[in-house]
C-alpha cells in the first residue's frame, strides 16, 4: 500500500515541477523512478529498491505478467486521448510532410538505427531492429512541454505535433512486427507468419476501432448513457476495444485506440470537449505512474551495461544524423525552407509508447533467453531522457539560432466566434495575418469554419489553450464576447501568453459612458460595447476602408464616428499592408506618410 501511494505522490510531485520549470514531465518522472528503483540499491541498507513494480518473491508491486497488463492498458487510454485531439483540418497545409514523415521517416529511423546498433554494440539483427522500431516514436507528451514556450510558425508545430502522435502506433506496430520475427523464428516460418501478423494487425485494429468509434458516437448522440456516466463509459469501451482486438489479433490494440479516438475526434459530437478533459486528467495520473514505475524496473547491471562510449556513439548517430537525414527526406518539395527542416530536424524527443513498449518486450525477450535481449531497455531509456534531456534545454537556442524563433508573434487570437468576431477575424485574415477564433458555442464554431476561418472549440477556464503549441505565433490577444467578466478574465488569464504585443476587450457597460474610466485594455470605442457592435454589424455586416489623407483629416473622421452610432473604427492600416489595433482612447493615431487608410465597421462614410 505503501509503494502504490508513493508512486501517486511521486507522480503527480513530478508533474508539478515539470509545469513550474515548465519541463517535459518525463524528465523528473524518469529521475524519480530511478531513484526509487536500481539508484536506491546503493544507498539502502539491504541493497533493495524502494520501489519494486514486479514482485520477486519478498516484495512487489505486480506479480507475473500484472505489470505487462498494466503497461499496456494504461498506454492504451493515452493513445486514444492522443487520437481524439487529431483534427483532419489542422494539417491541410502540411499534409504531405507529415505523411513522409511518419513513413519516409520511419523507414530511415528502422534501417539507420538499426545498422548502428548492429555495428556500434555488436548486438544481432533482431534486437538491433527491435531497437531502431522502438526508437522510432517521438511522442507529444514530451513535444508539446518543450515547444509550448517558444514563437514558431503554426505549419512546424501542426508538423511536430501530428509526427508525434501519428507515429507513436506506427512505431508500437514496427515494433510488435520485428518481436514477432524473432518469437517465431527464422526462415520461411519468420517470414510468413510475420507478414500474416502484420496483416491481422492492420485488418482487426482498424475494423474494431472504426466499428466502435461510430457505435461510441451513436450513443453519444442520441443521449443513450446519462451524462454522469459519460466518461466512464467511454473508458470503458476504449478498454474493451483494445482487449478485444488484442484477442483477434495479437498486438493490434493499440492500433484500434487510436483508430477510435481519431475518428470520434473528427465527429460533431456534443459532449467531446467533457470527454477529451476527462481523458487528459486520467492520461496525466497514468504517465505519472508509468514512468516511475518502468523507470524503477530498470536494474543497477542494466545501468552498467550501458556505460560506456559506444552508449554516446550510438546516440550521437540517431540525434545528428539519422533525425536529420530523416526530415530532410521527408520534406523534399515541400514548402519548408532549410532552417526549418533544420528545426523539425533537431526535435525529435522520444515519449511515453517508446519506454512503454521496450520494457514490455524487453522482459519478454529476457525471459525466453534471447541473446541481446538485456540491452534493449536500458538503451532506450537512454534514448528517450537523452533526447528529452537535450531538446528541453536547447530548442529555444536552436530556434533562435537557424532563424525559426519569431521575434515578433503577429498572430491574432479572438475569444468569442460571435458575428463581429467573424468578421473581424475574415478581414484579417485577408490581409495576410494569422487569426484563430475560441469559442465554447459549438454553433458559433462552425459558422466559423463555414467561412474558411480557423476556429476551435475550447473553455478559456481550463488549460487547453495554454497546452496549444500551435498557437505559439499569436502576439494579440482580443476579448471580444458578450459577457465582460470573461472578457476581463481572458485578459488576465492569456495576455502574458497571448498578447505580449498587445491584449485588448470591448469596454463594459461602466466605462462605455465614461471615457474617464475606460481602461487602456479597451478596444475601437469607449462608447460602443457588445450591444451596440452587434446591431451595427446586423444592420451593416462588412468591413470598409477610407483613405486618411494626414491628421487633421483623420480627427474628422474620428468626430464623424463619433456621432453617428452606425460607424465604428476598428484598425488603422499602412501603406505597407501593416494593420494596427484601435483601442478606445483612438485619437492618439498620426499618420507618418500617405497611403494610410482607416478601417472600420458600419455605413460608408462621408465628410461631404
Known amino acids: 500500500m505503501l509503494e502504490l501511494a508513493g508512486i501517486i505522490i511521486l507522480g503527480i510531485i513530478a508533474q508539478w515541477v515539470a509545469w513550474r520549470f515548465k519541463l517535459p514531465a518525463i524528465l523528473p518522472l524518469i529521475l524519480i523512478g530511478l531513484l526509487v528503483g536500481p539508484i536506491a540499491t546503493l544507498y539502502t541498507e539491504d541493497g533493495s529498491k ?51 514523415l511518419i513513413t519516409v521517416g520511419t523507414v530511415v529511423t528502422f534501417f539507420g538505427a538499426g545498422v548502428a546498433a548492429h555495428y556500434i554494440f555488436g548486438l544481432t539483427w533482431q534486437i538491433s531492429f527491435l531497437f531502431s522500431a522502438l526508437i522510432i516514436v517521438t511522442g507529444p ?23 508525434g502522435i501519428l507515429i507513436d502506433p506506427i512505431g508500437a506496430l514496427v515494433a510488435v512486427l520485428v518481436f514477432e520475427f524473432i518469437s517465431v523464428g527464422e526462415g520461411q516460418a519468420f517470414t510468413k507468419t510475420a507478414l500474416i501478423e502484420f496483416g491481422k494487425i492492420l485488418l482487426f485494429g482498424t475494423t474494431f476501432g472504426f466499428t466502435f468509434a461510430h457505435a461510441l458516437g451513436f450513443v453519444i448522440k442520441r443521449n443513450l448513457v446519462p451524462h454522469y456516466l459519460l466518461n466512464v463509459v467511454s473508458l470503458s469501451v476504449v ?18 485506440v487510436v483508430v477510435m479516438g481519431m475518428v470520434l475526434g473528427n465527429m460533431n459530437l456534443p459532449n467531446i470537449k467533457e470527454l477529451l478533459y476527462f481523458k487528459e486528467s486520467l492520461s496525466v495520473l497514468l504517465i505519472s505512474i508509468l514512468f516511475i514505475l518502468l523507470a524503477a524496473n530498470i536494474n543497477i547491471t ?36 532549410l532552417n526549418e527542416k533544420l528545426f523539425i530536424g533537431w526535435v525529435g524527443p522520444r515519449g511515453i509508447v517508446a519506454a512503454g513498449i521496450a520494457s514490455l518486450f524487453g522482459s519478454k525477450l529476457l525471459i525466453k533467453g534471447e541473446p541481446g535481449a538485456e540491452y534493449i531497455t536500458p538503451l532506450v531509456f537512454m534514448i528517450v531522457l537523452g533526447t528529452v534531456l537535450l531538446n528541453a ?36 485574415k485577408k490581409n495576410n495575418r494569422h487569426v484563430v477564433l475560441i469559442d465554447n458555442n459549438q454553433a458559433n464554431i462552425e459558422k466559423a469554419q463555414r467561412l474558411g476561418l480557423e476556429a476551435m472549440t475550447a473553455d478559456i477556464f481550463s488549460d487547453t489553450l495554454t497546452d496549444n503549441i500551435e498557437l505559439n505565433d499569436m502576439g494579440f490577444l482580443l476579448a471580444l464576447t458578450g459577457n465582460s467578466e470573461i472578457n476581463e478574465f481572458a485578459i488576465e488569464k492569456f495576455q502574458k501568453q497571448f498578447g505580449e504585443n498587445g491584449a485588448f476587450r470591448l469596454v463594459n457597460a461602466d466605462e462605455m459612458n465614461d471615457p474617464n474610466s475606460s481602461s487602456i485594455e479597451g478596444l475601437f470605442s469607449h462608447t460602443d460595447d457588445f450591444i451596440k457592435l452587434m446591431e451595427v454589424v446586423r444592420k451593416y455586416p462588412a468591413i470598409q476602408e477610407i483613405d486618411v489623407k494626414d491628421k487633421a483629416h483623420y480627427d474628422k473622421l474620428m468626430d464623424l464616428a463619433e456621432k453617428d452610432t452606425d460607424i465604428i473604427p476598428v484598425f488603422t492600416k499602412a501603406p505597407t499592408g501593416s494593420i494596427d489595433l484601435l483601442p478606445s482612447n483612438n485619437r492618439d493615431f498620426s499618420p507618418s506618410s500617405e497611403g494610410y487608410k482607416l478601417v472600420y465597421m458600419g455605413k460608408t462614410m462621408d465628410l461631404d
Open 302 to 337: 542494466d545501468m552498467e551495461l550501458i556505460f560506456n562510449w559506444n552508449t554516446a556513439i550510438l546516440f550521437a548517430v540517431v540525434v545528428f544524423v539519422i533525425r536529420p537525414i530523416g526530415v530532410f527526406l521527408s520534406s523534399m518539395g515541400s514548402d519548408l525552407k
Open 50 to 100: 524502494l520501489i519494486e513494480p514486479v514482485w520477486n518473491g519478498k516484495k512487489g508491486l505486480f506479480p507475473g505478467d500484472g505489470l505487462y497488463y498494466f503497461v499496456s492498458l494504461a498506454i492504451s487510454v493515452i493513445l486514444f486521448e492522443g487520437g481524439l485531439t487529431l483534427k483532419r483540418a489542422e494539417i491541410k497545409n502540411v499534409g504531405p510532410v507529415i505523411t513522409k
Open 393 to 428: 534545454t536547447t530548442a529555444r537556442f536552436v530556434a533562435k539560432v537557424v532563424g525559426v524563433f519569431l521575434k515578433k508573434s503577429e498572430g491574432v487570437l479572438i475569444i468569442g466566434a460571435s458575428k463581429i468576431s467573424r468578421l473581424i477575424a475574415n478581414y484579417l
Open 239 to 256: 478498454l474493451l476495444v483494445f482487449v478485444e482486438s488484442d484477442l483477434f489479433a495479437h498486438e493490434s490494440g493499440l492500433l484500434a
Open 141 to 163: 507528451t514530451v513535444i508539446t512541454p518543450i515547444l509550448r514556450n517558444i514563437p514558431l510558425k503554426k505549419d512546424i508545430s501542426a508538423i511536430l505535433k501530428w509526427e
